[in-house]
């Protein structure tokens, strides 16, 4: 199973664009990259999931190098809201074993300042 | 559509005691899978089923153990609970068919206390 390396914490405005990186050094060919979100007291929520260059949705974009060695979760224009801990899964989503959903992890705790 | 459904929501018992929690994914998902989560070691895996064949397990002792039955319902159980066990149990289910996203949709947990 690919390994995944995101930071501990990071602190933003409100109103900015947040990156946050993943490291996955060892990504094998089958694996996707997912992102998943998590407030206290809750279950996480998937929030994106991509395979290479760039995805986007209504609420993030992931970009994902040709190496595929990390991937940036972008959040634009954050608000208080967005509080919470993100976590980067990386594994082979049609695996049987459903390989992908053992490395949540510690995730990276996303603190919005008014 | 309902959501995943995880019972009890909250939960006390001594050292010692077992436990049981019960989840109940979203209507049509055959994999359901199950997760521990505590502030010192963030959100582990316990094991996975899949249409009442367990095809995963993480890295607990054997006291943690689970089964799904066929309307994809699931169980957990906790034998002699130890104080280390007090965590928030969390139940994921998802289609996991080969042509999805293999998204996870997580219930809102079961909080347990080991005193």
């Given at each position: 199973l690919a390994k995944t390396t995101q930071p501990i914490s990071m602190d933003s405005y409100e109103g900015q664009e947040v990156n946050i990186t993943c490291s996955h050094n060892n990504i094998a060919t089958n694996d996707y990259i997912t992102w998943y979100q998590q407030f206290p007291s809750q279950g996480p929520r998937f929030i994106i999931q991509g395979y290479k260059t760039k995805v986007t949705n209504e609420v993030a974009s992931l970009f994902i190098p040709a190496d595929r060695k990390s991937s940036t979760l972008s959040l634009p224009r954050v608000s208080l809201s967005d509080t919470a801990v993100y976590y980067c899964l990386v594994g082979d989503r049609y695996s049987g074993a459903g390989s992908y959903q053992l490395t949540f992890g510690k995730g990276t705790k996303l603190s919005v300042i008014p | 559509k309902a959501g995943v459904t995880q019972t009890p929501r909250y939960l006390i018992k001594t050292r010692g005691?077992?436990?049981?929690?019960?989840?109940?994914?979203?209507?049509?998902?055959?994999?359901?899978?199950?997760?521990?989560?505590?502030?010192?070691?963030?959100?582990?895996?316990?094991?996975?089923?899949f249409s009442e064949t367990q095809r995963n397990k993480g890295n607990f002792p054997g006291r943690f153990s689970g089964r799904q039955f066929s309307n994809s319902r699931s169980e957990m159980?906790?034998?002699?609970?130890?104080?280390?066990?007090?965590?928030?149990?969390?139940?994921?289910?998802?289609?996991?068919?080969?042509?999805?996203?293999?998204?996870?949709?997580?219930?809102?947990?079961?909080?347990?206390?080991?005193?």
């Open positions: - | 005691q077992q436990v049981t929690l019960s989840c109940s994914p979203i209507s049509g998902h055959r994999s359901v899978s199950w997760y521990q989560q505590t502030p010192g070691q963030g959100l582990q895996f316990l094991f996975e089923y159980n906790v034998s002699t609970l130890e104080l280390g066990d007090s965590a928030l149990y969390l139940c994921a289910s998802s289609w996991n068919t080969g042509n999805d996203t293999g998204e996870l949709f997580f219930g809102e947990g079961s909080r347990l206390t080991v005193l």
